[in-house]
């Protein structure tokens, strides 16, 4: 099998790289690299000991996009490709959606002129709405009642996934809903590196243990939540990497929507302590406002991913924040971005 990876040079998209090739999978990277990085490729590729092919495109440009992978055949698409800030969304909204839906489109239209069938999707957990139920499953409300704009952005991709799936009965498409990432591969060689200030809390966190900023800005302490900062479902970036292969080897045409997340919600202040007990490093943090967008808790009910993709998470919050730690002591300007 070879596989297209859109948005493949991201962290999400490295892992991701990394799990399938040692899988003995073949790969194909496109990506326009505004966030991604050609030298979290490289070192992918000495991990897997392999090769695998990075086109650089722009996705939202399909005329481009279809030259530049015209002489690349591939079996399957992983599609990755966006942007992904709850906050910046607030205030540019119209990227988001022009971004998001537009790079989705361009691998729908490409997949039906090749007659590709198989789709994994990246979507998020922010596309439910305030959630009122302690593990959020599929059924859920989605939708107009998500936070922000990049959360009904992926709402509205999903849509358009389904929407196609009626259309053309051989599609095969998964949709990952899947909480927040966090952590590293165990090398410290490919990890998280977000452009300027990162928007997640790991990354801000590792920065700020490495000297690389001054103090952890905690957005909330007023939440309803036993210490006042906000609940999340933290899942190592290589148990999602595992969730993609998983779902790439699910055949079964129509959609399905399904959550990958661990079933356990920590908090702010949890996921900073663990920090500490993980590495032997302090973290001092102020507390501010709470961003618009972001909800008090959002925890998965992952048992369908069980079901289906027979996957459940297999690494610890502890193991994320050392191997986090290990790739940000050993980057301490990740692949070498400048702010």
């Not at 962290?11 to 991604?36: C, E, K, P, Q």
Request: hydrophobic content about 40%; glycine content about 8%; charged content about 20%.
């Amino acid at each position: 099998m070879k596989v297209l990876i859109a948005g493949g040079a991201g962290y999400i998209g490295t892992h991701t790289a990394l799990v399938l090739l040692r899988n003995g999978i073949d790969v194909v990277v496109v990506d326009d690299l505004s966030s991604g990085s050609a030298e979290g490729i490289r070192r992918v590729q000495d991990l897997a000991a392999r090769q695998l092919r990075l086109v650089v495109a722009d996705l939202t440009d399909a005329v481009a996009t279809e030259l530049a992978l015209s002489d690349v055949d591939f079996d399957a698409v992983i599609h990755l490709a966006g942007v992904k800030a709850v906050g910046e969304s607030m205030l540019h909204p119209v990227r988001y959606f022009r971004q998001n839906l537009d790079s989705l489109l361009t691998v729908l239209e490409l997949m039906q002129r090749r007659g590709i069938v198989k789709l994994v999707f990246s979507s998020s957990a922010t596309v439910y709405s305030e959630p009122h139920a302690p593990l959020l499953n599929e059924a859920h409300t989605t939708g107009t009642g998500a936070m922000s704009p990049y959360a009904r952005s992926k709402a509205m991709c999903e849509q358009i996934i389904c929407d196609t799936s009626a259309s053309w009965p051989e599609l095969d498409a998964t949709i990952l809903r899947y909480f927040n990432p966090i952590g590293a591969h165990p090398s410290g060689c490919i990890g998280d590196d977000p452009r300027g200030t990162p928007n997640n809390l790991l990354p801000f966190l590792t920065q700020v243990a490495v000297g690389r900023r001054e103090v952890l800005t905690v957005f909330g302490t007023d939440y309803d939540t036993p210490d006042g900062t906000a609940i999340r479902d933290y899942l190592h970036v290589l148990d999602i990497a595992d969730g993609h292969a998983a779902a790439l080897n699910a055949t079964k045409s129509g959609t399905r929507i399904i959550n990958l997340g661990s079933g356990v919600g920590n908090s702010v202040l949890e996921v900073i302590a663990a920090f500490t007990r993980a590495t032997g490093v302090p973290v001092r943090w102020d507390p501010a406002p709470r961003r618009p967008g972001d909800v008090a808790r959002l925890v998965a009910d992952s048992s369908r991913a069980e079901t289906l993709l027979e996957w459940s998470p297999s690494r610890t919050l502890e193991e994320a924040c050392r191997e986090a730690w290990r790739w940000q002591a050993a980057n301490p300007r990740g692949y070498g971005n400048i702010d």
